[in-house]
């Protein structure tokens, strides 16, 4: 999920 | 990926094929600022770092390259290109964007997820990306009339991020720890920035209008 700092946005 | 997020990737892009549309078929960068593209190739580099450390998704990849290129195609164009360049309008595109970028910097030094380059660079783009367009406004206002094309990549570009506040919205609704509060506060303040822009732009279509910033 997007908390783990993965920038999954453009 | 939502309807939103989708919709908002795709708003952006059409802001650029419209803007390359312009340059290309009328061979004149008139009324568009160069300092607010140099501005968004910054904020695509120090963004997409991540290109070929972390893969998400081919359409992910695919889009942030075509971003990046878009974006330092169309600056090489206003710089280099013997054609266009001679139609930037040089002494009307004087807003001091340096003070943008050092702002925004220093803003990211203190207010990031961690501090790490890459996410400095990150909450960087984010902040730079909110004011990245203020050179532009401003250029459209001193330049008074707006041709149709440079409105609609304005109209679409301010567009896309008002997408983005629906998705993130979506998101904090339906995915358990969802919070992206850098990117969602910054898309608030630039899509705020675009406020009287989409007034006039609403005004002048519903009078059917040429479409003109008061200076």
């Excluded at chain 2, 390359?20 to 008139?30: D, F, G, V």
């Amino acid at each position: 999920n997007a908390n783990n700092g993965i920038k999954d946005e453009l | 990926m939502n309807i939103f997020r989708l919709a908002g990737d795709m708003t952006h892009l059409l802001s650029i094929i419209v803007l390359l549309l312009k340059i290309y078929a009328t061979k004149s960068c008139s009324g568009i600022s160069l300092k607010t593209q140099e501005l968004y190739a910054l904020v695509f580099l120090a963004r997409y770092l991540d290109l070929f450390t972390d893969f998400i998704s081919v359409y992910n990849t695919i889009m942030k390259v075509v971003f990046i290129a878009s974006s330092l195609a169309i600056v090489w164009c206003m710089r280099l290109h013997p054609l266009v360049k001679r139609s930037y309008d040089k002494e009307l595109d004087t807003f001091r964007h340096y003070f943008l970028i050092g702002g925004t910097f220093v803003l990211a030094l203190v207010l990031n997820e961690k501090f790490t380059l890459q996410e400095i660079l990150w909450a960087f783009s984010i902040y730079l990306e909110a004011v990245a367009i203020l050179p532009q406004l401003v250029l459209l206002q001193r330049s008074g009339n707006v041709d149709n094309l440079t409105g609609q990549y304005v109209f679409f570009l301010g567009a896309y991020r008002a997408f983005y506040i629906l998705n993130w919205i979506y998101r904090y609704l339906t995915e358990p720890r969802f919070t992206r509060w850098i990117a969602c506060v910054s898309g608030i303040v630039q899509t705020g920035i675009y406020a009287d822009f989409f007034y006039y732009y609403f005004i002048s279509w519903k009078n059917n209008s040429k479409l003109k910033l008061p200076a």
